[in-house]
DNA sequence: GCAGAACCGTACGGTACGGTTCGGTGTGCG
DNA sequence: CGCACACCGAACCGTACCGTACGGTTCTGC
């Protein structure tokens, strides 16, 4: 019996997965892959040709190719980070400086190429394999993400700068402020604009819109 | 030589496709194999088996298996229709009600089960082909969507209605507003919640924040 | 009624890729 | 030294699917 593949199942959320050095240089081959050619350019035996590995490695250690995939969305979720939050409410301006900040930094994020190419990914295999690869990514990117993103406004909210209901619901109005469809454009193919390459002013614009929606 | 595939240079984005009864079924049925199964689903055989025709044909109808995905996604694009908006900034009222109609259809074609798996199979396929499919849904899908929309905020603003600089700008966030991130995670194969299948009051909670921020 | 076109169903070649197996090589350890 | 282990590179197999060819059938115009 194989070594089995990597599973959700069998990794909490919150535990970075452990893979070894050789294994995350392989893992960032196949990112690169991926990000050139999409899904179609990451077979394995071209992985193993462009990584200097062996394709018996490479089912050793991933089970089979959807373990690798799995793996790869795995790896590059475990990757991001955002700027911590502690203490950054200390006055209304350092707060909203944050709140900017924060969505600059989702826009880094979303648009940059890696994170196009595995959600395009993630999106292609979306109606097979039980779709491990869309709950991995929703669980171990977005909700991480919005998970941040509401603890940090309700830290406002309580410090009296920020007026809602439901935090869940007002990240979610940022978060269409700032990406609008410029994430879909963008996943289906097309470049970005001189302005839409302006993270800070888009961040800038998109906050001044919130709280003139939820300031208080 | 085969008969020509179906090529996005040749046909004007405004002239609807002219496909055969025939041809429409079956592209009727290749899309509901798409919805069901994924592009992964949509093979030749399988088509040509469910839709009672021969691979024969398939390929004299639309030259290759691409030509065949290009086919399906600019007919089903074709039968996208929204309501009219001739008069309908007879008042302030119903204008406005106007607007959250637009928003609704908006997304009520966007999380339709039809659409979801065509930007699917266009984000699959958007990094291979010279990225024909994005092309197409992109040209025949969004930006003639966001054109109507265009109008009809322009509409508003020389009556008085609305207020903005750029007319692409506001629909942006009107489109922000909307869709949040539901979009993505629909794609991502996570599932409508109570909340988000009440299309309507959706619609109204979008179109009154945008008033907020756009209403004259 | 007949010729030709369009079409159906099926069978087949070619190919690309996932997954397996095997021989050879380097390395750490008793 | 010799054994075990991990790994590489390459050959190999089975399968799925694209694209084509061909015989037989239905439709259409004259």
Redesign the interface.
């Known amino acids: 019996m194989p070594a089995a593949a990597y599973d959700i199942a069998t990794s909490r959320p919150d535990a970075a997965p452990e893979f070894s050095p050789r294994q995350q240089v392989v893992l960032q081959h196949a990112l690169m892959l991926l990000v050139?050619?999409?899904?179609?350019?990451l077979t394995t035996a071209g992985l193993a040709r462009t990584a200097s590995c062996s394709k018996e490695s490479l089912y050793k250690w991933f089970g089979d190719r959807d373990g690798l995939l799995a793996a790869v969305v795995a790896y590059q979720a475990s990757q991001v980070q955002f700027p911590s939050e502690s203490g950054a409410t200390a006055d209304a301006d350092t707060f909203r400086a944050h709140v900017t900040a924060f969505v600059e930094a989702l826009l880094g994020v979303l648009f940059s190429e890696t994170s196009l190419?595995l959600?395009?990914l993630?999106?292609?295999?979306?109606?097979?394999n039980s779709?491990r690869l869309?709950?991995l990514?929703?669980v171990r990117g977005?909700h991480m993400i919005s998970a941040r993103a509401r603890t940090m406004l309700e830290s406002g909210r309580r410090h009296g700068l920020l007026k809602f209901d439901d935090a869940e619901d007002a990240y979610?109005?940022l978060?269409?402020?700032?990406?609008?469809?410029?994430?879909?454009?963008f996943?289906?193919?097309?470049s970005a604009s001189t302005a839409e390459r302006d993270h800070k002013s888009q961040a800038e614009t998109a906050v001044d819109?919130f709280y003139?929606?939820f300031g208080a």
């Open positions: 050139e050619g999409g899904e179609k350019a190419a959600n395009r993630s999106i292609g295999q979306s109606n097979t779709n869309g709950h990514l929703l977005k979610q109005v978060y269409g402020l700032a990406i609008r469809d410029v994430h879909i454009r996943l289906l193919g097309e819109r003139r929606l």
